[in-house]
């Protein structure tokens, strides 16, 4: 199972900030969480990470609460090209030697972006 | 630059046939994972590739579900004795780094969607 939990589906309207919450509240010091999407008919695409700081790149800002127990996404200006599913996955940063932990993904949240 | 390739993006089998779906990481890449995504789902997990070491094949739903990378970089996904149930998108990821996820990110290709009638 995932360990997070998602809203099943948000709308936004273009231009305004979408932001898209995440619970995981079973997270361990030792896992990041991270942001991927995924456009119709593509793959899914990194989008950030981050362990218990605020961290924003080109895309988007990952604000983690200071218990880590939740986190939101945000889009700052969301446009018709964001609308996607998007998926808030906890990983382990540093894996050992060869062995690695499967990436669970859950069933996201799908954005739709509304002219 | 070039990013995971997939081929062929489509494909319609009739139940029972075999099929085998390409994966072309990007060059350099050591780990390469494969995932089975059913309509309106997350991507699952079915195997994982170090070069080309399968370390982990313990999401292939059965033994009708073959994996292989002889040379430590195309993959191929083979399926024998298609069945219904086998219909989704099957995609393909790499990433550069040992471990898979971890500190790199996972590059996914655009995906194989398999209808299986």
């Known amino acids: 199972d995932a360990k997070t939990t998602q809203p099943t589906s948000m709308d936004c309207a273009e231009g305004r900030a979408a932001n898209l919450p995440c619970n995981h509240s079973t997270i361990s010091g030792n896992e990041y969480v991270y942001w991927y999407r995924q456009i119709h008919s593509q793959g899914p695409q990194y989008i950030i990470h981050?362990?218990?700081n605020n961290e924003t790149n080109e895309m988007a800002s990952l604000i983690i609460t200071e218990d880590r127990k939740s986190s939101t996404l945000i889009l700052p200006h969301a446009t018709l090209r964001d609308t996607a599913v998007y998926y808030c996955i906890v990983r382990p940063f540093i894996t050992r030697g060869t062995s690695y932990d499967k990436v669970i993904f859950g069933p996201g949240t799908s954005l739709s972006v509304i002219p | 630059g070039a990013g995971v390739s997939q081929s062929p993006r489509y494909k319609v089998a009739k139940r029972g046939q075999d099929v085998a779906l390409r994966c072309d990481p990007i060059?350099?890449?050591?780990?390469l994972f494969w995932y089975q995504q059913a309509l309106g789902q997350g991507p699952e997990f079915l195997t994982y590739?170090?070069?080309?070491?399968?370390?982990?094949k313990s999401g292939l739903p059965s033994d009708r579900f073959f994996a292989e990378r002889p040379e430590g970089s195309v993959s191929t996904l083979k399926i024998q004795r298609t069945q219904q149930e086998d219909s989704a998108v099957y995609l393909c990821a790499s990433s550069i780094s040992r471990g898979g996820f971890s500190y790199n990110e996972q590059f996914f290709g655009p995906g194989t969607r398999l209808t299986v009638l």
């Open positions: 590739f170090q070069n080309e070491a399968q370390l982990d």
């Open positions: 981050g362990l218990k």
């Open positions: 060059s350099g890449h050591v780990s």
